[in-house]
T-cell receptor
């Protein structure tokens, strides 16, 4: 099955700096890569996603890049703010039998220091 | 439009007790999933369903059973709870085979003592 590895597990940045979280996946058939943000005690919420026919996608301060050849994708947050502090999960989606399943990375705790 | 609703939000069980977690969605999603979240391990898939009356095993199905008698509901059962099942459980739903993200419920924090 699919295996998703995420690094780093913790990341601290100064407010206003950029943050980068990286993920690798194992199944070359994966073709959809969402990123979720989970604030403490809350549910994961989709913040951005990218499909395998696109190399980069941007939404205001967040962007995701995908390198299909190397099987890795990254989340970039610019001009970080204290409210960006949360756990971020990457995921990869592969069609398995009749179902499309998401396999998640282990998460990155991002702390933005004021 | 409530999205995905999970009940209960918190529960404490004694080892060997049984319980059922309910997930309800009002978005007419075909696919529904149960995940468990443990520190440092991300979200791991327990069971999923691709439609009413269907269920399938995920990555960590042992000790759990599920049922999808109605399209909008997906139940997760623990027949004989064990301390290793202490976790936060999330239900999610999606449109199906298309490449869409999941909508998650608010989670159930289960402690087995």
């Amino acid at each position: 099955g699919e295996n998703v590895e995420q690094h780093p597990s913790t990341l601290s940045v100064q407010e206003g700096d950029s943050a980068v979280i990286k993920c690798t996946y194992s199944d070359s058939a994966s073709n959809y890569f969402p990123w979720y943000k989970q604030e403490l005690g809350k549910r994961p919420q989709l913040i951005i996603d990218i499909r395998s026919n696109v190399g980069e996608k941007k939404d205001q301060r967040i962007a995701v890049t995908l390198n299909k050849t190397a099987k890795h994708f990254s989340l970039h947050i610019t001009e970080t703010q204290p409210e960006d502090s949360a756990v971020y999960f990457c995921a990869a989606s592969v069609l398995s039998g009749s179902a499309r399943q998401l396999t998640f990375g282990s998460g990155t705790q991002l702390t933005v220091l004021p | 439009n409530a999205g995905v609703t999970q009940t209960p939000k918190f529960r404490v069980l004694k080892t060997g007790q049984s319980m059922t977690l309910l997930c309800a969605q009002d978005m007419n999603h075909e696919y529904m999933y149960w995940y468990r979240q443990d520190p440092g391990m991300g979200l791991r898939l327990i069971h999923y369903s691709v439609g009413e009356g269907t269920t399938a095993k995920g990555e960590v199905p042992d000790g759990y059973n599920v049922s999808r008698l109605k399209k909008q509901n997906f139940l997760l059962g623990l027949e004989s709870a064990a301390p290793s099942q202490t976790s936060v459980y999330f239900c999610a739903s999606s449109y199906g085979r298309a490449t869409y993200g999941y909508t998650f419920g608010s989670g159930t924090r289960l402690t087995v003592v």
